[in-house]
């Protein structure tokens, strides 16, 4: 298995290995967007009772994937800050839903597996899924080539897979058998750190005879967590009849939850991390749970930026989200750049880590750093360094590309394979001159699909 | 430090927009920054961002020629300090008017050049040929170009030539002696019209005319010279730094001194004069100096891989072949220049074929 480029970088602020439970809100907000989701249809009227596991609304987009309804309430539609409010909330135990009928085509082409499939669903775990190759949201009803697990995950301080797995390791197992039941003869790949190890051995055991498990081994090392990576680096080529499924541990832990026990998906495992953060932790919410009460204790005084995802890949949330949506793996706070050092670029270094090793933290072991959103230097002309092309994971020229987006020649930026990029952010991380080269692709890509629409 | 903070605040509005001084933007600018780690924050993902800057990059050059400079301080006297001083200030004030008359921001890349121009002069050259060579070099070498980052050629260099062709006697018949022990020349100012200390050739001179200096001479940099040229075992301390620290490239290192050494060997067996051994070959003249701070100057060099080989091998060899075939004494000079020129074209042929693999990547 051949992987290039990457880099892991450390920082202080990483979530204890605990998963903590938060109070009982008192109302939810479940934003009606998420990143890949629009529940744009809705199922339920203002003012409307609603019953813990009822759909609130649809994604029309996305094989109408649902918004449930995580405790029963009373709904509001906040229309205007595009979320829907639960009030008056009960705190039932989860019963145990029927399962729906699925629809009769369904049934009749896929039998027993279509059945299983729908429930998914329906049920909310459906939504764990993605295609390897571009991120979306596979048919539920389509065949798949192989199928992806993913314990690990890279970006910094989002939910850790690991974690969830130990935690709940029978829940996990079972979670595979479940997946494979849905499968033919499709094999499924569990993405380890280490493969030689008692535990993973352990989980092997668990589902042998159950599942057709082949374990693959992955350095710790960002971004090969990445779905598209890993799809290429196991040389399973893009194939829109058969793509690849991928999931990673929530997912399987979803499956589990729905098709074993027929509950509906309605918490997670999300983590709250970053410099900003006070005890970095990993907490069991549902979707909808107030940002501020979730924050309450947790932030640290002075300004913090607060980034739904991780601090590479991540969106900054401002005020006017105000519960988790659906998709959140983890927040990550990170205090505001206020105090400017002085004779920065003259110290020795020994506390902050680069990948270049022009400081002197270079002579000691790897040390998380505490980070902040500063861009620690000035924009400048590139030099050229090459820094952008050693990190970048799936070898395009990030200086090329740049040079080409400034020279407004989209022809070629095609031709360098724009398309390629997977906006990990490590070219623009490393970058000495500061150029925000991952934003600057976001863009160009977006102008380029636009022209291609035309 | 709060005093320093409050006048740059109290400035601030002056230099803005609409103020009285807001031609001299970049100027202040600049020096707030050199100060005061910039305020800019992060807009987008990712959130966080690497320590390194393009400041911290060239001090690392700047740090790395420390050994150099106090080795020709002591060979070479204070003089050397002067020709640093004009050098900083007829470059500065080259590249403070261009940023200004742009409307760009002052680039630290001049503090690199106004070093390492004077140290590839004679030791004794006269103060104002300092001073119109780093002139002509910025002014031509770089901001003709549109400033730093889109320079093809390594500004020094471009002075240095320049200097060479316009005043060919005094770039090349007097060199100073270095001083002696235990003092050297630390407490002097020599220039080359104190008569008794100048000789009028330097090693590689010499070997022409079929002479050798000592290796271990060489070594340490008691020979005539250029002013940071002489003493390779400063120039190797200040390379291994650059280095480590992966300022420079590690690939146009090893490609130019391998294909030099490769090619010397050969030379030594094959020619039918006799010319000094590899190892003096390396260790005279200005090839090392040139390789780890010239070379690899990240932006007149490549910026891909196999290029980078390709270039140092480029480079390596036409020093060699200059030194032996032709009948000059030095080349680097016209070597690094040339791996100049072909920079572009060689990242632009395996830019081509990375492009062709890339084209059916999925
Ligand atoms: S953001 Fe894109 S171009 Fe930059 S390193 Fe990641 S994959 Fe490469
Ligand atoms: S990291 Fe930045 S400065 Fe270096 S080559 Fe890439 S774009 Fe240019």
């Not at chain 1, 974690?163 to 790949?189: A, D, H, V």
């Not at chain 2, 080795?71 to 080259?94: E, H, K, P, T």
């Not at chain 2, 490549?302 to 060899?317: L, Q």
Request: with cysteine; hydrophobic share 45%; net charge positive.
């Amino acid at each position: 298995m051949k992987l290039c480029g990457g880099y892991d970088i450390k920082m202080a602020g990483r979530p204890a290995v605990e998963i903590e439970s938060p109070v009982e809100p008192k109302e939810l907000f479940l934003p009606r967007f998420s990143c890949r989701f629009r529940f744009s249809e809705l199922c339920i009227g203002d003012g409307q009772h609603v019953r813990r596991g009822q759909v609130l609304a649809r994604d029309p987009g996305n094989h109408g994937v649902p918004l449930l309804a995580p405790r029963d309430g009373t709904a509001h539609l906040d229309l205007e800050k595009e979320h829907i409010v639960l009030r008056g909330l009960s705190a039932n135990p989860p019963e145990a839903l029927e399962t729906p009928e699925a629809p009769a085509h369904i049934s009749r082409e896929l039998g027993s597996v279509g059945m299983k499939r729908y429930k998914l669903l329906t049920l909310g775990a459906w939504q764990y899924m993605f295609t390897a190759h571009n991120g979306a949201l596979p048919d539920p009803f389509g065949s798949p080539q192989a199928v992806l697990v993913s314990t690990l995950r890279l970006d910094p301080f989002l939910a850790r897979g690991d974690i969830q797995m130990k935690t709940m390791l029978s829940n996990f197992t079972r979670g595979l058998e479940q997946l494979q039941s849905l499968l033919e003869y499709q094999p499924i790949y569990l993405v380890l750190p280490k493969v030689a190890t008692a535990f993973a051995e352990q989980v092997r055991e668990a589902v042998r005879g159950y599942a057709y498990i082949k374990p693959v081994q992955v350095p710790l090392r960002y971004p090969f967590d990445h779905f598209k990576i890993l799809a290429k680096a196991l040389g399973l080529s893009h194939d829109d009849e058969h793509p690849t499924w991928a999931l990673r541990v929530g997912g399987i832990l979803a499956m589990d939850r729905s098709l074993t026990m027929s509950l509906p998906c309605d918490t997670k495992v999300i983590s709250i991390g970053g410099s900003g953060a006070i005890a970095p932790t990993h907490l069991t919410v549902m979707p909808g749970y107030p940002i501020k009460e979730l924050l309450s204790a947790r932030i640290a005084a002075g300004p913090v930026r607060i980034i739904n995802g991780g601090a590479l890949t991540g969106q900054a949330i401002g005020p006017e989200q105000l519960g988790i949506d659906v998709e959140c793996a983890g927040l990550t706070l990170l205090s505001e750049h206020v105090n400017r050092e002085f004779l920065g670029f003259v110290r020795p270094g020994s506390d902050r880590r680069s990948y270049s090793r022009c400081f002197l933290s270079a002579l000691r072991r790897p040390m998380p750093e505490r980070m902040t959103t500063a861009v620690r230097g000035e924009r400048r002309p590139c030099v050229a360094c090459g820094f952008c092309e050693e990190v970048c994971p799936v070898g395009i020229m990030p200086h090329l590309l740049h040079k080409l987006i400034y020279q407004n020649d989209l022809d070629a930026v095609e031709r360098a394979r724009l398309d390629l990029c997977i906006a990990c952010g490590l070219c623009s991380f490393v970058c000495p001159s500061k150029i925000a080269l991952g934003e600057e692709f976001r863009q160009t890509a977006e102008t380029i699909r636009q022209e291609h629409q035309n | 430090m709060k005093i320093l903070t409050q006048l740059f605040n109290q400035a601030r509005s002056h230099f803005a927009e609409g103020g009285l001084f807001c031609r001299l933007h970049p100027l202040f600018a600049a020096t707030e920054n050199f100060f005061f780690a910039p305020s800019a924050r992060t807009m987008n993902a990712p959130f966080v961002r690497d320590p390194l800057d393009v400041k911290r990059f060239m001090s690392t050059v700047i740090i790395a020629l420390v050994p150099v400079l106090a080795v020709s301080l002591y060979c070479f006297g204070l003089r050397v300090l002067a020709m640093i001083a004009v050098s900083y200030a007829v470059g500065g004030m080259v590249e403070v008017l261009f940023a200004i008359v742009r409307k760009e921001e002052i680039n630290e890349g001049f503090l690199v050049t106004g070093l390492l121009f004077p140290l590839i002069l004679p030791p004794g050259l006269p103060l104002w040929m300092v001073g119109v060579g780093v002139a002509f070099g910025v002014l031509v070498g770089k901001e003709l170009f549109g400033g730093t980052g889109r320079n093809l050629f390594n500004p020094a260099l471009v002075g240095r030539v320049f200097l060479g062709i316009a005043y060919p006697v005094a770039m090349s018949g007097n060199w100073l002696i270095p001083g002696s022990w235990p003092y050297g020349r630390i407490f002097q100012y020599a220039s080359s019209t104190t008569v008794d200390a100048v000789t009028t050739a330097t090693p590689l001179g010499l070997a022409k005319q079929g002479q050798f200096a000592g290796t271990f001479d060489l070594f340490v940099g008691l020979v005539p010279g250029s002013v940071g040229e002489t003493s390779a075992a400063a120039i190797l301390l200040g390379g291994i730094l650059l280095l480590l620290t992966r300022v420079a490239s590690w690939r146009i290192v090893v490609a130019t001194l391998g294909s030099f050494l490769a090619l010397e060997t050969l030379l030594f067996y094959v020619l039918p004069t006799p010319i000094p051994p590899p190892q003096w070959q390396l260790l005279a003249g200005g090839i090392l100096f040139g390789t780890f701070f010239m070379a690899t100057d990240p932006v007149t060099s490549p910026a891909t891989g196999p290029a980078k080989w390709a270039y140092g091998i480029i480079i390596g060899v036409t020093v060699g072949m200059i030194r032996h075939l032709t009948g000059y004494v030095e080349g680097v000079m016209f070597a690094i220049l040339l791996g100049n020129i072909v920079a572009p074209i060689l990242d632009e042929i395996t830019i081509s074929l990375r492009l062709r693999r890339l084209r059916n990547e999925k």
